[in-house]
Nanobody, 121 residues
Framework: QVQLVESGGGLVQPGGSLRLSCAAS????????MGWYRQAPGKQRESVAY???????NYADSVKGRFTISRDNAKNTVYLQMNTLLPEDTAVYYC???????????????WGQGIQVTVSS
């Protein structure tokens, strides 16, 4: 089994910055991709960014130039550096990981519990 634990959320003023972290732990052989979704109240969940093992990244148009995703493979951790935050960035952010577990060949998709980011004056 694998667990994802997010941290780094909270309240920030418009124009400010936050860095989200998501650490995976458990029976991990390799992680092929990690990323972030977000969901605002009354809105659909949307993909924010992801990064694959080869370090290729993808960003939603709404966050390009402001957010940066990175990962530390040794720590099985993905980060989302969020700069120039806007009120529209307010949402619950969910981390995910595609994990190949030890003692098996299957790849499983795991989700974190979600962490609140609020951008407000």
């Amino acid at each position: 089994q694998v667990q994802l634990v997010e941290s780094g959320g909270g309240l920030v003023q418009p124009g400010g910055s936050l860095r989200l972290s998501c650490a995976a732990s458990g029976s991990i052989f390799a992680i092929s991709a990690m990323g972030w979704y977000r969901q605002a109240p009354g809105k659909q969940r949307e993909s924010v960014a992801y990064i694959i093992s080869g370090a290729s990244t993808n960003y939603a148009d709404s966050v390009k130039g402001r957010f940066t995703i990175s990962r530390d493979n040794a720590k099985n951790t993905v980060y989302l550096q969020m700069n120039t935050l806007l009120p529209e960035d307010t949402a619950v952010y969910y981390c995910y990981a595609d994990v190949r577990e030890r003692f098996g060949a299957a790849v499983h998709h795991y989700w974190g519990q979600g962490i609140q980011v609020t951008v407000s004056s």
